[in-house]
């Protein structure tokens, strides 16, 4: 029983590794696409979003009419200053790399959940464009007041609010401590005097 099982086992994965050799060795491109958005607070108050793209091939082949759109940018929350959502490139050779970027205004407060970009590109054995998405964007909190998460910060934060404060009631503290508790050289003499006796 358990010879006919590991006879069919062996089978199947002598036949995926012939399967899997022979998309390995077809020549098609394989794209990657990053997608990255980094948030910029200027000193008018407003917030500006810098997105970038880096579109890899890891395939074996090149690609041909790649084009990159992203239209997940509201244009009631979003405006473009710099760059454009889309671009086109002649060509990306096999293990290439194309980058591409711009720059938004951000016009409404709140947080926003950015989906994939679309790349479509040609491949010459095949009539149909094919697509590749770009990785999602974390979510972003666009003029909003965020607290500051690293340490030294938030103890510069609270020193400024409350540091008068602190150190008065450690100086009470400390005064009622010294009152309270007598010296130690006190204790000792008055020891010491116990015993002459």
């Known amino acids: 029983m358990a010879i006919p099982l590991a006879k069919l086992l062996i089978s199947a994965v002598a036949v995926f590794m012939l399967v899997s050799a022979s998309f390995a060795t077809s ?32 395939g ?38 194309l980058s591409h970027s711009f720059e938004l205004e951000a016009k409404v407060k709140g947080r926003f959940h950015g989906a994939p970009a679309l790349v479509t590109f040609r491949i010459p054995t095949k009539a149909a464009l094919q ?19 690293d340490l030294l910060a938030l103890a510069k934060r609270v020193l400024a609010k409350y540091g008068s404060l602190v150190s008065v009631i450690s100086m009470v503290v400390l ?4 009152v309270a508790t007598p010296s130690s050289k ?12």
């Open 175 to 178: 005064f009622v401590h010294l």
């Open 27 to 58: 020549e098609m491109p394989f794209m990657v696409v990053h997608k990255k958005a980094t948030l910029n607070r200027l000193k008018s108050g407003a917030e500006r979003v810098l997105v970038s793209f880096d579109i890899y091939n890891q």
């Open 60 to 97: 074996s082949a090149a690609a041909y009419d790649v084009t990159l759109t992203d239209n997940t940018w509201d244009k009631k929350t979003f405006e473009v200053v710099n760059g454009n959502t889309s671009r086109t490139w002649e060509r990306l050779d096999a293990g290439g790399i």
């Open 131 to 149: 697509q590749a998405y770009s990785t999602p964007l974390l979510p972003l909190d666009i003029l909003e007041d965020v607290p500051p998460t």
């Open 186 to 197: 006190s204790n000792a003499a008055k020891g010491s005097s116990k015993k002459k006796r």
